[in-house]
Structure formats: structure tokens, C-alpha cells
């Protein structure tokens, strides 16, 4: 049997990826114990790599694709193939920002002033460009960790990912500047495409993984509508685009079929069934496919 050698992102990204795939279809068991997990798709041999590592892994050709964030792939500064984009992170569904931050007292107000000074960070290799372009000098070094601690006290300005902002805030620190918006990728070996079989594979899986985000936060809504409430009923329905009408057996009937955010259903639904909707059913989304 074919196989597609997969990086699957370890740490941070672990949860949310096997989420990401279950609902395009693909569910992934991971044991505590290995770095192997199961599939149910046997074409899939997958491992578990740290994001950090994954670009230059697929790049060399020990996978053929692979998940990881587009931070990843500016430090290492692999030469791989994006398939696409795909919006989520760690907790949530938004890019992560990587932020140049100093302690709220300190009298650092730009980037500028940090010529000559000492910088932490994990994201080395991207620091330091984005210094040199903005032709500050300053001692970059690796962080191995706890960097929020190190500024003011070892280092005078960290360079750190946040999602929210909220753990910069409880370490009572001031962002300085945004350095770099991350969203995750999925990625491929550029020699990979060159298979086919393996080109189709990844196609296939990318296009499921971007249905199943284009589903976050989707419903779909059905129900029966006399005629004469249809223009009222449809006035209503904010429908993705315009809903599926469909003639029912009884002449003076139609169904209504339509996708909407699921935040609206709740306010919406009363107001349908006012408007002249019946049999109103509500059911979650798996997949969107455009």
C-alpha cells in the first residue's frame, strides 16, 4: 500500500490539529508513550515533530508534508511548498502574534531604542533580521524558556508569541511592537508534488482540513414554509447565500434549507417561527466545501 509520510505538530498544536482532523473525517490517536499515532486512514504513516523542527524536516524529504506554523517556517528558512493556510492555534481560532515587549515601567518606547541592549527570545533567526531591517543593533540570544520572567531583570526586551495578550498583561509587561502574524500551514516537500499519487493525497487532505474550518462556528438550518410567508421567512434567514427552496408535496408548501453562524440561530429561530416557519431543525456541520 501507498503511504504519505505526515509531520503532525507536537506540543502546542497537538490538541487542536487531532480536532481539526477528526471533523475532516481523519480521526488520529496519539498514546503518551509514542510518537507514532494510530489513523484511521491506512495511506497515512504519521509522526510526532516540535513545529520548530517541522519545516526543515519536510524540506529534506523525512515527510512529505506536514503541519506548522509560519513562524516556523521564516526562522528556519526551509525551502518547502505551501498548500494552504489554516487559521487556528493553540486556544482558539485566530493568528498568534510573536511581540517585542519590555516591562510597563521601562522607558523603552520603540524598537529603536534598543540599540546596544540584550534581547530574549526563542525566534533568533527572525529577530535578528527584523533588527538589521530596522538597523538596531542588540545582543539576540535563545531563551530556553520562562522568557516573560527575563525582561527588565536578565534581558531589557523579550521577543514572545501571544494569542491573546493575556499572559503579557499578568506578567505586567507593554508590547513595543508586533513583529510577526503566524497562522498554521500545511506544507509539502517540493519533490513530493512530483508523485501524483501523493500530490492527489495531499490535495484531497487540504481540502478537507479547510472545509472543516470553514465549518467552525456553522449550522445549518431547516424548515417547512407555507407560500405565502416565504418573502417574510427569507427576509429572515441570513443564510450563507441564498437558501435552497424546495417545492413539497403539498402545492402550498415549500423547505427551506440554508447556512448560518451559529451565534445567530438562537436570536433568529423565534423570529422565523413568527414570521411563518415550521418544523425548524437545527444540525452542526462537519465540513464546508466551497
Known sequence: MKKLKLGF??????????????????????????????????????????SQEMARYVQDGFFDAGLTGYDWICESGAKVKEICELNYAKSGFRPVRWVLA??????????????????????VNYTKKYFAKNKVKADIEFSWGATEAKAGKLVDAI??????????????????????????????????LNDNWKKEKIESMAMLLKGALAAEGMVGLKMNVPLESLEKVTTVLPSLKKPTISQLSDKNWCALEGILEEKTVKKIIPALKRAGATGIIEYPLNKIIY
Open 102 to 123: 519590555v516591562p510597563e515601567d521601562s522607558k523603552i518606547k520603540s524598537i529603536k531604542d534598543l540599540q546596544g541592549k540584550r534581547v530574549a527570545t526563542e525566534l
Open 9 to 50: 505538530p507536537k506540543g502546542s498544536l497537538q490538541d487542536s490539529t487531532i480536532d481539526l482532523f477528526k471533523k475532516a473525517g481523519i480521526r488520529i490517536n496519539v498514546s503518551s508513550r509514542s510518537y507514532y499515532p494510530i489513523s484511521d486512514d491506512d495511506e497515512l504513516e504519521i509522526m510526532l515533530v516540535r
Open 159 to 192: 521577543v514572545e508569541l501571544t494569542e491573546t495578550g493575556s499572559s503579557l498583561r499578568a506578567n505586567k509587561l507593554r508590547i513595543v511592537d508586533e513583529m510577526l502574524i503566524s497562522t498554521t500551514r500545511f506544507i509539502t516537500n517540493i519533490e513530493t
